[in-house]
């Protein structure tokens, strides 16, 4: 064999080959050489010396055999890290990819998606679940092996299986009798009658009814039991029990609605038992499964329980109702556990208006009665803070975010930044400087040309006639001050400043020529953005949102408009708010007001929608010439209270969360908040100045959080309770028996803000939606995965997890159904490279623009061609956008007339009235034709769409243009 030869002919690929033989060949000849020998070259078996190798070849052999060591360890390094992954990869993918168990997009018979309205779970292990949609339709999802479309089989809107779904009756719920088979054997269920929203039989302008088949089910309420057969107690309107040949579909008595017993025998015709003695003003009502039992709460907070066994009869001491004293204001929601055992801490729980809420366990004895545990949160209590600022004082202009500093003014005029002692720090305080005189609208009182902004190492201060920013180090020493000229007297007369949260905006406004003008300007390089805003009216007070990017005014003729702050182009109007004082919120959701229609500073106050405008809160005033103030991020408003006391509320609300007597002398003359509410600093009228803190109380009883519309969960076997608000924030009670007394709520992963929550059957773990479209599964103790699965872009409204907590099913807004194994998605989870992004981008979610949000309504007469207007929603499809019409056409708006109006790019299906009486009635009804016409509003033609011109069935307003194609699912507004 010619290996040089070999070396040769393929020096650019046989190189290292040759190289790696010729060695091999080397180390044998030296074994074999005679140890007396000398030291000669060594030779191959061939015969050929290494002379025979290239000297290029010899010396790269040479370089290469220190860096053999390397090289093994860097391909053990590979091997031990690169090939786990690749296998937990490969098992990961296909795992994900099964562990959806179920995943389809609902459609109607036209294509459009058809949204779930209803899911619920069967009991027991291998339950199917069950789903009602929008149009009407009912689905069957079965656990017998895998799932799939096939196992989807559409049967019933009425009460009877294999009818086709009806279009115009929503399916709201099911009528499901659950029940124990004797010996302890397993749990057995009936087949679930429908309970639907038949639009159909609405009259215009009124409620669609609710029905179960042929038996009317008024305001919803409905509970299914398994007694010797299939009963029912459903709601029955006052005017419909007076006359059961009226109407059904007239709205009920707000607080007439009464409870019927209904008996549904597998076959025939259902029978009416009889009405509930006494039960006149139900509110909610519920089945607890597996027994006879029907409980629920009435319009005065009194909570009942119905033995559906046993025979119709007698007044309110019949042996079949057993009733207690629960709330002292209406009953708002139920929540029920599906399978409490005997030592379980509730068998169900009620909320109120008033935020309060109670557990309850039914003794089933002779008679039964009830027995109750309240809920209740920490409680906080406010104290004095030793020592305050001793010198009488003019002014109390500001306080810090972090309320460990105040702004005050002294009788000389000087203004004063003071430190309040705490934490380890003295009290101490600075001389801003010169003074700031006395003239203008400051000094009187009026605090519209003064605005100061302090977060914890910097000051802006606007006061005439001085306008500074001062920064400060941590060692609370000044390092620069730096003068602000905007370029207007901040003295005169009319004159107002407002600032942005982050110090990078001002708004400045002033009345020149007859006219108030306002003016945008960067702090930093106090350049005027944008154009000059002129208005007819005079400004009585103006907000930047926290972004700077949104300009809220009020006028003095009642307006409040929403601009951008850059072009002035108006995004929103309202009339019939007089206010003094504007203040976002801090995530720019919504515009706190000061003031009432009726005063300017009378201490009321509103929280209105920062993008509909519509009123959220209407807080009266508390006191004759009294005022409020706003905390930072405007969670509450502080204003005084009778007796030389101070009131803390809760602007989500407008519920009170303390009354605090100061024990001062004087009345309270000025307040300042913190950014959070918990500390505030008090000015009265004989210029004494006093700071409170809010701290922890054990002893107390704090604010209940706010519940949402359907937020109320209990675990099945009534260990957990869960609480959801509107915001999404969630709240965790774990009940253990041994408690004594009450049962504590506590805040659970303040980070989430979910759409929609479940809790596990043995309250082990909870499932949030979030506004992505994914889902959370967030372990309620220490133990557990917590884990994402992703999301689509929609959001989900409709959520239920299996009785033995294996699967969660999700439907979102445009139609999508999700059955998840749960099992698996742990499972996944604990996978390497599981957050790596295998999995489809969610889409990103489709906002609506803010111009295209509800503007003041014209009012008054009619207007020609329709010009008072509903918009039920929006979408980019055209398709989507006539299907809404088609549907608002169903549901009984055809007379009013229906249109497809193309307005920036949205297609928008709006409903056209002659009088704004005729709009403002149907408004409500409007909002009830499916969860995309949720948020539908009020509008103007004149205003929302001058001009518009009609073609191919589509009226374009002016400035409008076509959207690309969606890639998503339409959007719902």
């Not at 003031?595 to 959220?616: E, H, I, M, Q």
């Amino acid at each position: 064999m010619d290996l040089a030869g070999l070396g040769h002919e393929h020096a650019g690929d046989g190189r290292l080959a040759a190289a790696a033989l010729l060695r091999r060949r080397h180390r044998g000849s030296r074994r074999r050489a005679d140890a007396h020998r000398p030291a000669k070259p060594a030779r191959g078996s061939a015969g050929m010396t290494s002379a025979t190798v290239p000297s290029s070849e010899r010396g790269k052999s040479a370089r290469r055999r220190p860096s053999r060591p390397w090289t093994i360890a860097i391909v053990l390094i590979a091997a031990f890290v690169l090939i786990p992954a690749a296998i937990a990869y490969g098992v990961r993918t296909y795992v994900g990819g099964a562990q959806r168990a179920f995943d389809a997009r609902l459609v109607r018979p036209d294509g459009t998606p058809d949204p779930v309205t209803a899911l619920a779970w069967a009991p027991g292990t291998q339950g199917p679940l069950f789903v009602g949609t929008q149009s009407g339709g009912f689905y069957r999802i079965g656990r017998e092996g895998a799932f799939g479309r096939g196992e989807i089989g559409t049967a019933a809107t009425g009460t009877q299986a294999g009818a086709p779904g009806t279009p115009g009756a929503e399916v709201l719920g099911f009528a499901m009798a659950i029940s124990q088979a004797q010996g302890g054997g397993p749990t057995q269920y009936s087949y679930p009658r429908l309970v639907v929203r038949d639009r159909r039989a609405a009259q215009p302008g009124g409620p669609a009814p609710v029905r179960l088949g042929s038996i009317p089910v008024d305001g919803g309420l409905f509970a299914a039991t398994a007694d010797a057969g299939f009963s029912l107690v459903a709601g029955r309107s006052a005017q419909a029990e007076a006359d059961p040949k009226a109407q059904q579909s007239k709205a009920p008595a707000p607080d007439g609605v009464a409870l019927v017993r209904w008996r549904l025998p597998p076959s025939g015709q259902a029978s009416e038992v009889g009405p509930i003695a006494d039960i006149r003003d139900a509110r909610a009502v519920a089945a607890l499964p597996g027994t006879s039992a029907v409980v629920g709460g009435d319009g005065a907070g009194g909570v009942f329980a119905i033995d559906a066994s046993r025979p119709v009869g007698g007044g309110s001491g019949a042996p079949f109702v057993a009733r207690s004293a629960g709330h002292d204001v209406a009953v708002a929601a139920l929540a029920v556990a599906a399978s409490p055992d005997v030592f379980a801490s509730a068998d169900f729980a009620t909320a109120a208006a008033d935020g309060s809420l109670l557990t309850w366990k039914l003794l089933q004895g002779n008679p039964w009665t009830l027995s109750r545990r309240p809920v209740i949160v920490p409680g906080r209590t406010w104290t004095r803070d030793e020592p305050a600022p001793a010198s009488p004082w003019a002014r109390l202009l500001a306080m810090s975010d972090d309320g460990s500093k105040l702004v005050l003014r002294n009788d000389a005029g000087n203004d004063i930044l003071y430190r309040l002692g705490g934490a380890g720090q003295p009290a101490a305080s600075i001389d801003l400087t010169q003074p700031s005189g006395s003239g203008g609208d400051t000094a009187n009182g009026n605090e519209r040309a003064a605005a100061i902004r302090v977060d914890a190492l910097r000051l802006l201060l606007v006061a005439p006639p001085r306008t500074t920013g001062i920064l400060f180090s941590p060692d609370w020493v000044p390092r620069e001050e730096e003068t602000l000229d905007f370029g207007v007297d901040l003295s005169a007369p009319g004159t107002g400043v407002t600032i942005d949260p982050t110090i990078t905006r001002a708004a400045v406004w002033s009345t020149r020529d007859g006219l108030d003008q306002l003016e945008v300007f960067n702090v930093a390089s106090r350049q005027r953005i944008g154009r000059t805003h002129v208005f007819a009216t005079p400004i009585t007070s103006a907000a930047l949102s926290p972004a700077g990017t949104m300009l809220a005014v009020a006028t003095s003729d009642g307006a409040l408009l929403i601009l951008d702050a850059v072009t002035g182009v108006p995004l929103a109007s309202v009339s019939g708010v007089w206010a003094q004082r504007l203040v976002y919120s801090a995530d720019g959701l919504r515009i706190l007001v000061a003031g009432t229609p009726t005063r300017l500073g009378d201490g009321g106050f509103k929280v209105l929608s920062a993008r509909s405008l519509r009123t959220l809160v209407d807080k009266p005033p508390s006191l004759p010439n009294g005022f409020v103030r706003f905390s930072g991020d405007g969670s509450r408003a502080v204003r005084p209270a009778t007796g030389n006391a101070f009131e803390v509320l809760d602007t989500g609300t407008g519920r009170s969360i303390a009354t605090v007597a100061t024990g001062g002398a004087a009345a309270i003359a000025e307040i300042a908040v913190s950014g959070d509410g918990s500390r505030i600093a008090l000015r009265d009228a004989d210029g004494t100045l006093s700071a409170w803190t809010e701290r922890a109380d054990d002893k107390a009883a704090g604010l209940m959080p706010a519940l949402a519309e359907d937020g109320l969960r209990l675990s099945a076997d009534g260990s957990t309770l869960l609480l959801r608000e509107p915001s999404g924030r969630l709240h965790l009670s774990r009940l253990s028996p041994g408690d004594a007394g009450q049962f504590v709520l506590e805040p659970f992963h303040p980070e989430i803000e979910a759409t929609q929550a479940e809790l596990a059957a043995d309250g082990s773990f909870v499932v949030a939606a979030e506004a992505d479209g994914g889902i959370r599964v967030v372990p309620t103790t220490e133990t557990g995965a917590n884990y994402v699965l992703p999301g689509a872009g929609d959001v989900i409204h409709r959520m239920a997890i299996s009785p033995d907590g294996g699967f969660i099913a999700a439907a979102d807004s445009g139609g999508r159904l999700r059955v998840v194994d749960l099992d698996r998605a742990g499972v996944v989870a604990a996978l390497p490279l599981s957050s790596l992004p295998i999995h489809p981008r969610s889409a990103v979610l489709a906002v609506q623009p803010l111009d295209d949000a509800p503007s003041a309504a014209t009012t008054g007469g009619a207007v020609p061609d329709g010009g008072f207007a509903i918009v039920l929603g929006g979408s980019r499809d055209l398709t989507a956008a006539r299907a809404l019409v088609d549907q608002a056409g169903a549901a009984g708006f055809a007379a009013a007339g229906l249109r497809v109006y193309l307005r920036q790019g949205w297609y928008r299906p709006v409903a056209l009235f002659a009088t704004a009486e005729q709009r403002d009635q149907a408004l409500r009804p409007a909002r009830e034709i499916s969860p995309m016409t949720a948020d539908a509003y009020a509008q103007s033609l004149q205003g929302w769409c001058p001009d518009a011109v009609g073609t191919t069935g589509v009226w374009t307003c002016p400035g409008s243009w076509v959207a690309a194609a969606p890639t998503a699912s339409p959007a719902k507004k």
